[in-house]
């Protein structure tokens, strides 16, 4: 295994491992998420583009938003 394949494999297991990132005591991400959505204006049926911004728990909530 070359040093960037053990690299790679490091980072497969550190984040597979982290299932619970959203969850885990003290975190604030579900209220920083909230707070975010508050201030966004979201109408039903619009479409919503998510790059790279994280577990996804912004954008879960969004698409509930618009449906």
Do not use: C, W
């Amino acid at each position: 295994m070359t040093d960037l394949d053990s690299y790679k494999q490091q980072l497969r297991e550190f984040y597979g491992n982290r299932t619970t990132y959203d969850h885990e005591q003290g975190t604030r991400h579900p209220l920083e998420a909230k707070l975010l959505l508050e201030f966004v204006t979201l109408h039903s049926g619009q479409k919503i583009l998510d790059v790279a911004t994280g577990t996804g728990l912004l954008a879960i909530a969004a698409a509930e938003k618009v449906g």
